[in-house]
C-alpha cells in the first residue's frame, strides 16, 4: 500500500515507518524536524526505493497537499505533534500551532482528497489519528482505568492540544463521514526516544554520574506501553478498526515513577556496575505544575475488536530498552549541553 505517515522521524512514528518499510509498503513521510525529529531513526531504511521523506510542517496547507496529490495515499498515520508535557507548560503556542490547527490542515487535505477518490478507493480509505490517554485527565488510585467512553479532561496544555485534536478528527468523520479511527495510547518507551524523556534522562544522568531528577515523590503513576507493540496495535487498527471508532492501547503495566527509575537503577547495576548503586544519585526535584497523578488504560476494545495485545512485559521491555541505549551511547550524549529542566511554568 501507499501510507503517509505524518511525524515519521519521532520516537513512536519512526518506529512505524520502519516496521511499514519493512513490510513492503510504499512510506512517504512528512516531518518538520524540530527538536523531536531525528533522521539517524530511519536510517537504516532511508535509502529503501518505497521510502520517501518530505520536510514539511502540517499547518503548511499547501505543503501538505502538495504530499497527497503527489503521493496519492490509501492509509494515513496522523502522528506529527508536540508531545512533551514539560515544553507546553513552558511555550503552550506551538502546541495548539501544531497539535490542532495541524491536525485541521491534515483532515481538510484528507478529506478533499478522499472525496475525490473512485468508490473503492474511498471505501478502503482510513485516516488514523494517533493521541493519547492524557487527554482523558488523571485517575485516582482505585479509579477504573479509562476506556474509550471516558470523558475528556486535560490537565495540561499538551493534553488539551491533543483532546482537541481529538475533537475535530471525530468531528470530520460525524460531519464529513471522512474514515478516521482515533487511538489513545498510554506512555510509549524503547529505542530512539528523545533524551528529554523520563527512562533516557534516568539512564543518561545515570550514566553521567549526575543527580537522577524525580518529580515530587514519585508516586504518580504511568501505564507502560514497549513502542513495537503501539505499532502493532495501529496496524490493527488501521486494518481491522472500524471508521469512527476510537481504540485505547495500554501496556497493562502501571509502575509508579520511583519504582520505575529504581528499576532502572537496578537494570544498569547489573549491566554497567559502577562504584556505588545508581540509587544513590536519585533526587526529588520540584514537582512538574499540574501532574498527573495516575494514568491507566483499559484495552479491551483493542483486544476484543482487533485481536490486539501487549506482547512485551515491563521488565523485559526496560531490559531490551537499557541494553539499546548501553550500546548506542550517542543517542543519550546528542544535545546534552541543551537539555535542561523545563515545565517549572511561567
Not at 523531536?36 to 499547518?59: L, P
Not at 496495535?233 to 471508532?245: E, N, S, T
Not at 554497567?272 to 501532574?291: K, L, N
Not at 497523578?293 to 485481536?307: I, K
Request: net charge negative; aromatic share 10%.
Amino acid at each position: 500500500m501507499r501510507i503517509l505517515v505524518t511525524g515519521g522521524c519521532g520516537f513512536i512514528g519512526s518506529a512505524l515507518v520502519r516496521r511499514l518499510v519493512k513490510d513492503g509498503h510504499d512510506v512517504l513521510n512528512l516531518d518538520a524536524m524540530t527538536y523531536a525529529g531525528d533522521a539517524r531513526s530511519v536510517a537504516d531504511i532511508a535509502d529503501s526505493e518505497t521510502y520517501r521523506f518530505r520536510k514539511v510542517d502540517i499547518a503548511d496547507a499547501p505543503a501538505v497537499a502538495s504530499a497527497f496529490t503527489d503521493f496519492r495515499p490509501q492509509r494515513v498515520f496522523h502522528l506529527a505533534a508536540e508531545s512533551h508535557v514539560d515544553r507546553s507548560i513552558d511555550g503552550p503556542g506551538i502546541f495548539i500551532r501544531t497539535n490542532v490547527t495541524g491536525t485541521s490542515v491534515m483532515l481538510d487535505t484528507a478529506l478533499a482528497y478522499w472525496r475525490d477518490l473512485d468508490e473503492p478507493a474511498r471505501a478502503a480509505f482510513r485516516f488514523i489519528h494517533v493521541s493519547t490517554d492524557e487527554v482523558y485527565g488523571t485517575l485516582g488510585p482505585g479509579d477504573p482505568a479509562f476506556t474509550e467512553d471516558t470523558p475528556y479532561a486535560p490537565n495540561s496544555p499538551y493534553a488539551a492540544s491533543k483532546a482537541g485534536a481529538d475533537h475535530l478528527a471525530r468531528a470530520w468523520m460525524e460531519t464529513y463521514g471522512l474514515p478516521v479511527i482515533i487511538t489513545n495510547c498510554s506512555n510509549n518507551y524503547g529505542p530512539f526516544q528523545h533524551p528529554e524523556k523520563l527512562i533516557p534522562t534516568v539512564i543518561r544522568t545515570a550514566l553521567s554520574g549526575g543527580d537522577i531528577p524525580v518529580y515530587g515523590t514519585g508516586e504518580n503513576i504511568r501505564d507502560w506501553l514497549y513502542v513495537s507493540d503501539h505499532v502493532e496495535g495501529l496496524l490493527a487498527a488501521a486494518g481491522q478498526g472500524v471508521a469512527g471508532r476510537k481504540y485505547n492501547f495500554g501496556g497493562d503495566a502501571e509502575r509508579t515513577n520511583i519504582d520505575l527509575v529504581r528499576t532502572l537503577c537496578r537494570l544498569l547495576d547489573a549491566k554497567r556496575p559502577a562504584d556505588r548503586p545508581y540509587e544513590d544519585q536519585i533526587r526529588f526535584v520540584t514537582d512538574r505544575p499540574g501532574h498527573d497523578l495516575r494514568y491507566a488504560v483499559n484495552n479491551q476494545r483493542a483486544r476484543d475488536e482487533l485481536g490486539w495485545r501487549p506482547s512485551v512485559t515491563l521488565d523485559s521491555g526496560l531490559s531490551e530498552t537499557v541494553d539499546w541505549y548501553l550500546a548506542h551511547p550517542d543517542w543519550l550524549s546528542r544535545d546534552r549541553e541543551e537539555i535542561s529542566r523545563l515545565g517549572l511554568g511561567r
